[in-house]
T-cell receptor, first 115, second 115 residues
Framework: SAVISQKPSRDICQRGTSLTIQCQVD?????MFWYRQQPGQSLTLIAT?????????ESGFVIDKFPISRPNLTFSTLTVSNMSPEDSSIYLC????????????FGPGTRLTVL | AQKITQTQPGMFVQEKEAVTLDCTYD???????LFWYKQPSSGEMIFLIY??????QNATEGRYSLNFQKARKSANLVISASQLGDSAMYFC????????????FGTGTRLLVSP
């Protein structure tokens, strides 16, 4: 299974500021997924990050608010821009399983609180 | 479009008893995968079990089994011999085996195991 790490694990930020979340995988993967989980809610996909191309955003999420970088096959960042209290969530990255496997694993998450 | 429905916001079970968490899904794809994840209060997403749409046998992983009824489009999770540590949120998810292979999640069921 892939080992996925995220930084920071948690943060408290002021409204109007931006936070960049890092996701590191111990193996090369084509796609990386970024999810958001608002308090008491389920997980919602923000975008899919492919190496070498622009990220594909889901309905309701825009690049200006959640810019994503994917500089190589093991790393991605998600920035939450111009934050408001509504952005307080857990942000998780995930990668698809290797060929021949089915399990899909998640990073430990970044718990963000915006004041 | 894919949709996952979990109709039980909360479930209670006594230690050592079995419990079934319900999940129904909707998809027009023939090839898909169904997942169950456990999310303790720490926020991490723990993979429990996977069922492929073409698998004829119900999946089992230790105390977890998946009651897969394809015609009814249901994929219920059965936890046998519940333990106090099973208290958590449980999410059902589906992945279509085409395109970006993203996961779509249900709203979750909170399970509380009592002594």
């Amino acid at each position: 299974s892939a080992v996925i790490s995220q930084k920071p694990s948690r943060d408290i930020c002021q409204r109007g500021t931006s936070l960049t979340i890092q996701c590191q995988v111990d193996s090369q993967v084509t796609m990386m997924f970024w999810y958001r989980q608002q308090p008491g809610q389920s997980l919602t996909l923000i975008a899919t990050a492919n190496q070498g191309s622009e990220a594909t955003y889901e309905s309701g999420f825009v690049i200006d608010k959640f810019p994503i970088s994917r500089p190589n096959l093991t790393f991605s960042t998600l920035t939450v821009s111009n934050m408001s209290p509504e952005d307080s969530s857990i942000y998780l990255c995930s990668v698809p399983p290797p060929r021949g496997y089915n399990e899909q694993f998640f990073g430990p998450g970044t718990r963000l609180t915006v004041l | 479009a894919q949709k996952i429905t979990q109709t039980q916001p909360g479930m209670f079970v006594q230690e050592k008893e079995a419990v079934t968490l319900d999940c129904t899904y909707d998809t027009s794809d023939q090839s898909y995968g169904l997942f169950w994840y456990k999310q303790p209060s720490s926020g991490e997403m723990i993979f429990l079990i996977y069922q492929g749409s073409y698998d004829e046998q119900n999946a089992t992983e230790g105390r977890y089994s998946l009651n897969f009824q394809k015609a009814r489009k249901s994929a219920n999770l059965v936890i046998s011999a519940s333990q106090l540590g099973d208290s958590a949120m449980y999410f059902c998810a589906m992945r279509e085996n085409t395109g970006f292979q993203k996961l779509v999640f249900g709203t979750g069921t909170r399970l509380l195991v009592s002594p």
